[in-house]
T-cell receptor, first 113, second 116 residues
Framework: EAGVAQSPRYKIIEKRQSVAFWCNPI?????LYWYQQILGQGPKLLIQ????????DSQLPKDRFSAERLKGVDSTLKIQPAKLEDSAVYLC???????????FGPGTRLLVL | AQTVTQSQPEMSVQEAETVTLSCTYD???????LFWYKQPPSRQMILVIR??????QNATENRFSVNFQKAAKSFSLKISDSQLGDTAMYFC?????????????FGAGTRLFVKA
């Protein structure tokens, strides 16, 4: 079974630029999560999708972050414009709704200069 | 609001010995799930073990077991016969079923070093 795929693995941008991350969840997983993990901290949930609908985006900085999940499969997370404090690893995870166990991708490491 | 506390930022253990990582949480929910995830230096998060709150029996997975104390809101992870490959960050996570689905909160993590 293929795992959660993410790209790119690394990204370096300057502040005020835009960046986008892509995630492909495990086939059949209805729930998709985006987390932000700042160095030395635990992951913080940014947004959770159930199929192609948003069920929780309470911690997403909506003035600069946006996310979508087209057709209930792949998802993209965008930051526009980026700030220095956005430097972090962005993790994507997916799960079957009924079990709640999350399977994580390798993450995208973002550095904002 | 739910919180998850891991009071040990770093721990070390000698290879083949046993180590226990602590986790406490705060919630008013009765039905929830608890997890321990491992994040090796390569950074891909891997599930170690999960516990359903309605189950009284502590979960075990090979060398990994938990001590789940629901009344005390404590969920510690015991690693027996520690191996060098156990060196990683360990995160305790709490998940509840809210409106629209499950909501997960992670602790700050414990960095475990296994020494040869």
């Amino acid at each position: 079974e293929a795992g959660v795929a993410q790209s790119p693995r690394y990204k370096i941008i300057e502040k005020r630029q835009s960046v986008a991350f892509w995630c492909n969840p495990i086939s059949g997983h209805a729930t998709l999560y985006w987390y932000q993990q700042i160095l030395g901290q635990g992951p913080k949930l940014l947004i959770q999708f159930q199929n192609n609908g948003v069920v929780d985006d309470s911690q997403l900085p909506k003035d600069r972050f946006s996310a979508e999940r087209l057709k209930g499969v792949d998802s993209t997370l965008k930051i526009q414009p980026a700030k220095l404090e956005d430097s972090a690893v962005y993790l994507c995870a997916s799960s079957l709704e009924s079990t709640g166990t999350q399977y994580f991708g390798p993450g995208t490491r973002l550095l904002v200069l | 609001a739910q919180t998850v506390t891991q009071s040990q930022p770093e721990m070390s253990v000698q290879e083949a010995e046993t180590v226990t990582l602590s986790c406490t949480y705060d919630t008013s929910e009765n039905n929830y799930y608890l997890f321990w995830y491992k994040q090796p230096p390569s950074r891909q998060m891997i599930l170690v073990i999960r516990q359903e709150a309605y189950k009284q029996q502590n979960a075990t997975e090979n060398r990994f077991s938990v001590n789940f104390q629901k009344a005390a809101k404590s969920f510690s992870l015991k690693i027996s016969d520690s191996q060098l490959g156990d060196t990683a960050m360990y995160f305790c996570a709490f998940m509840k079923h809210g409106t629209g689905g499950f909501k997960t909160i992670f602790g700050a993590g414990t960095r475990l070093f296994v020494k040869a």
